[in-house]
Nanobody
Framework: QVQLVESGGGLVQAGGSLRLSCAVS????????MGWYRQAPGKQRELVAAVASGGTRNYAESGKGRFTISRDNAKNTVYLQMNSLKPEDTAVYYC??????????????WGQGTQVTVSS
């Protein structure tokens, strides 16, 4: 059973930083595409950053230059370093593990989410 547990959210002033962590059990993160998503009230969940099993990273435009996704394979943990935070970054942040099966079928696993609130 795959489990993802996020931590590191909280309240921070605009311009501050937070580092989110996602500890994964039941699956090896280097075999998955790992991603961070966020969902603000009244909005759809959106991709923030992802790192493919081969190491390629991609970021949403909103986070480029400010957010960095990384993974520690030894700890089976994925991180999202967020700098220069803005009030519009306020959302619940979710960790995602995506495994690709045969015929391109995608299997998604989600954490419970961690709240990030940025005050102005």
């Amino acid at each position: 059973q795959v489990q993802l547990v996020e931590s590191g959210g909280g309240l921070v002033q605009a311009g501050g930083s937070l580092r989110l962590s996602c500890a994964v059990s039941g699956s090896i993160i280097s075999n998955n595409r790992m991603g961070w998503y966020r969902q603000a009230p009244g909005k759809q969940r959106e991709l923030v950053a992802a790192v493919a099993s081969g190491g390629t990273r991609n970021y949403a435009e909103s986070g480029k230059g400010r957010f960095t996704i990384s993974r520690d394979n030894a700890k089976n943990t994925v991180y999202l370093q967020m700098n220069s935070l803005k009030p519009e970054d306020t959302a619940v942040y979710y960790c995602n593990a995506r495994r690709y099966g045969i015929y391109g079928v995608e299997y998604d696993y989600w954490g419970q989410g961690t709240q990030v609130t940025v005050s102005s």
